[in-house]
C-alpha cells in the first residue's frame, strides 16, 4: 500500500511559478514509477509528466514540454513538480500517483493522491 499526499498548489498569475511536491508513504519508493496528472471539471483526467523508479526515464506531454519538470528524491520518498511559464490553461487540479515498475503515460496508476488545486490568472 502507498499512500500519496500533494502540497504546493495555490493560485498563481500567468508567467509565474509553481513547485508541487508529493510525498509517498513506504520503504520502496524507488521502485515505484511516479506520474503527475490533472483534471478539470467536466473533462477527463489528462498525464502531464512520469518519471522512472530510478529517474532514468522522464516523459513530458506535449503541452507543458519546456515549461515543468519532473523530479524525484528516492531518499525523501518524494516526487516534485516545477512549473514555470504557468498559463490559465494550466488550471487543473493536480494529482500524483504511483505503480510499481513500469512508467507509463496512461492514467493506468494503481495508488493516487488526493490532489492540489492549481490556479493560474490572466
Known amino acids: 500500500q502507498v499512500q500519496l499526499v500533494e502540497s504546493g498548489g495555490g493560485l498563481v498569475q500567468a508567467g509565474g511559478s509553481l513547485r508541487l511536491s508529493c510525498a509517498a508513504s513506504?520503504?520502496?519508493?524507488?521502485?515505484?514509477?511516479m506520474g503527475w496528472f490533472r483534471q478539470v471539471p467536466g473533462k477527463e483526467r489528462e498525464f502531464v509528466a512520469a518519471?522512472?523508479?530510478?529517474?532514468?526515464?522522464?516523459y513530458y506531454a506535449d503541452s507543458v514540454k519546456g515549461r515543468f519538470t519532473i523530479s524525484r528524491d528516492n531518499a525523501k520518498n518524494a516526487v516534485f513538480l516545477q512549473m514555470n511559464s504557468l498559463k490559465p490553461e494550466d488550471t487543473a487540479v493536480y494529482y500524483c500517483?504511483?505503480?510499481?515498475?513500469?512508467?507509463?503515460?496512461?492514467?493506468?496508476?494503481?495508488?493516487w493522491g488526493q490532489g492540489t488545486q492549481v490556479t493560474v490568472s490572466s
Open positions: 518519471i522512472s523508479g530510478n529517474g532514468g526515464r522522464i
Open positions: 513506504g520503504r520502496t519508493f524507488s521502485a515505484y514509477a
Open positions: 500517483a504511483a505503480r510499481l515498475l513500469v512508467v507509463v503515460t496512461t492514467t493506468d496508476y494503481k495508488y
